[in-house]
C-alpha cells in the first residue's frame, strides 16, 4: 500500500479539489505565476475575441499541481463560454466523446485531463473534430454499416498531461499552441500564499508564508495545502493566527524539512550515502532497500532531488551530490573517490555532447 504524502503534487481527496476550485483565480490578471505563458496566452485571448472565433487548441504538460487545471477554467472564463471536462482514462470508446462534442456550443472549452491515456481508437476519432469540426461515426457493422458525417460547432480543446513524452506525434501536431509548465518560484509561491490565506481569512504575517514557500517543493498546490496544516496547528495550539513558531511546530509534526523534503526523500538519500556509498547505484537496487516501487521512486521521489541537485543520474546509476551530505549534515567523500570520478566521467560527456 502507498504512502500518503502531504508533498506529494497529486490531488488527493475530493476535499481538496473543493478547496482548489475555491482559491481558483478566475481571470488572467489574477493569475500568479507562469509569466511566459499568461503573455502567450494574453495575446491569443485577445486575437480570438477580436475575430469572434475561439481560441486555438492548447497542450499544457508538466508536473502535477503546477495550475493546468486552472488554466483551462480560465480560458473558459476569458472567452465567456462552458468548459466540459472529461480524462483520458474516462474515454474508452469514441462513443463517449461523441456525447461530449456534440453538445458542444459556439466557442466552448473541452478540457482532457491525462490526454496522452486517449485510446488509439478515441484519438484518432478526435483529429477530424479538432482541425474541421465535425467526426465521421459508424453505426451498425459489417455490410450494413454507414457512417454519418456529423458537422460539430467550433469548439477549443485543452489537453493536459503530466507525460508529455507518451502523446503522439500526430495528436500534438494538432495543437496550436503548447506549452511547458515551470516549477513556480518562492516569489510566487509566496505571492499565491498570500492570496490564498486572504481567501480563506487566515491571518499569516510575511515571514510564516515565506517559510511555508521554502517547503512547497515549486508547487502551489502542495503550498496551498501546507497552508491549512499550518492553519489547522495554529488553531489548535495558538489563537488561529499563523506565526514563524507555529509554522515550524507544523512543519515538524508533518517531518517536512526547510527544503520541503519529508521521511520518503530523507531514506533515500541516506539509503544512497549510507548503503552505496554515495553511489553509483541503480534504481532497481535502491527499491529493494527502501521497500518502495521502482516507479515511486523514479516518477514521485528523484524528480525533485534532482531539481535541487541533491542526486545525479550517470550512466552507471544514480549519485548523491554534495549539497546531499551538506544537507544530512555528513562529510562528503574525498575527491579521489569512485563517486566523484564517476559524477566527473558523466560531467564530461555531457561537455562533449
Known amino acids: 500500500m502507498a504512502r500518503e504524502r502531504i508533498i506529494n503534487a497529486d490531488a488527493q481527496n475530493p476535499d481538496e479539489d473543493r478547496y482548489d476550485l475555491a482559491l481558483r483565480p478566475q481571470s488572467l490578471d489574477e493569475c500568479i505565476g507562469q509569466e511566459k505563458l499568461r503573455q502567450k496566452l494574453k495575446i491569443a485571448l ?4 477580436q475575430r469572434s472565433e475561439p481560441m486555438e487548441h492548447t497542450l499544457l504538460h508538466g508536473p502535477p499541481g503546477l495550475g493546468k487545471t486552472t488554466i483551462a477554467h480560465v480560458i473558459a472564463h476569458e472567452m465567456n463560454a462552458n468548459l466540459k471536462t472529461s480524462s483520458g482514462p474516462a474515454l474508452t470508446r469514441p462513443g463517449d466523446l461523441m456525447g461530449i462534442l456534440t453538445n458542444l456550443q459556439h466557442g466552448d472549452v473541452l478540457f482532457i485531463d491525462e490526454i496522452h491515456r486517449l485510446p488509439a ?7 477530424p473534430a479538432m482541425e474541421d ?3 465521421d461515426f459508424t453505426v451498425d457493422s459489417g455490410m450494413h454499416a454507414k457512417t ?9 480543446l485543452i489537453g493536459a498531461t503530466t507525460r508529455a513524452g ?17 516549477f513556480w518560484s518562492r516569489q510566487d509561491l509566496q505571492q499565491c500564499l498570500r492570496r490564498s490565506a486572504r481567501l480563506l481569512k487566515i491571518d499569516c504575517d510575511d515571514e510564516s ?11 502551489p498546490r502542495i503550498a496551498n495545502r501546507l497552508l491549512r496544516r499550518v492553519r489547522d496547528y495554529a488553531q489548535v495550539h495558538g489563537d488561529g493566527s499563523v506565526t514563524p513558531p507555529l509554522t515550524q511546530a507544523a512543519m515538524r509534526i508533518e517531518e517536512i524539512d526547510q527544503l520541503g523534503l519529508d521521511n520518503l526523500d530523507r531514506s533515500y538519500l541516506i539509503s544512497l550515502i549510507k548503503t552505496y556509498n554515495g553511489g ?7 527499491s529493494a532497500t527502501l521497500g518502495e516501487e521502482r516507479d515511486t521512486l ?4 528523484e524528480p525533485y532531488l534532482l531539481q535541487i541537485g541533491f542526486v545525479a543520474r550517470t550512466r552507471q546509476g544514480r549519485i548523491a551530490t554534495d549539497d546531499a551530505y551538506r544537507h544530512l549534515n555528513i562529510e562528503p567523500p574525498l575527491d579521489d573517490s569512485p563517486r566523484r570520478h564517476a559524477i566527473l566521467e558523466q560531467n564530461d560527456q555531457q561537455t562533449l555532447f
Open 46 to 49: 485577445t486575437a480570438a475575441q
Open 121 to 127: 481508437i478515441v484519438e484518432e476519432f478526435i483529429y
Open 133 to 135: 469540426f465535425k467526426v
Open 148 to 156: 454519418i458525417n456529423i458537422p460539430l460547432k467550433p469548439f477549443t
Open 166 to 182: 507518451l502523446i503522439t506525434a500526430p495528436l500534438r501536431s494538432r495543437f496550436g499552441i503548447q506549452h511547458h509548465l515551470e
Open 209 to 219: 508564508l515565506r517559510q511555508i514557500s521554502l517547503c512547497s517543493r515549486g508547487t
Open 280 to 286: 553509483p547505484a541503480g534504481v532497481e537496487a535502491l
Open 298 to 301: 523514479e516518477d514521485i521521489v
